[in-house]
């Protein structure tokens, strides 16, 4: 069974950092993108980063410079370093695995960035 546990969100302050966490299991990790994706109230899921197997990133405009991804063999997780948030950062953030047509989602966590 294929499993991607996010972690790490919260509240934070405009300024603020916090690092996110998506652990996966259940498949082989080391051939598959991985991805963090965002979604905020009224507005359409959309890319935040993501990363190859390998380790090419690609990041959002909104994020570069900001956001840092990185993964971690050995412990089959992927990280979303994220500094300088900003209040538009708020949103629910997913965890997502993609090999060819085969996909998995997480089940997100919540960031909000807010004084």
């Known amino acids: 069974q294929v499993q991607l546990v996010e972690s790490g969100g919260g509240l934070v302050q405009p300024g603020g950092s916090l690092r996110l966490s998506c652990a996966a299991s259940?498949?082989?990790?080391?051939?598959?993108?991985i991805g963090w994706y965002r979604q905020a109230p009224g507005k359409q899921r959309e890319l935040v980063a993501e990363?190859?197997?390998?380790?090419?990133?690609d990041y959002a405009d909104s994020v570069k410079g900001r956001f840092t991804i990185s993964r971690d063999y050995a412990k089959n997780t992927v990280y979303l370093q994220m500094n300088n948030l900003k209040p538009e950062d708020t949103a629910v953030y997913y965890c997502?695995?993609?090999?060819?047509?085969?996909?998995?989602w997480g089940q997100g966590t919540q960031v909000t960035v807010s004084s």
């Open positions: 990363i190859t197997r390998t380790l090419v990133t």
């Open positions: 997502n695995a993609y090999l060819g047509s085969r996909g998995y």
């Open positions: 259940g498949i082989i990790f080391t051939i598959y993108t």
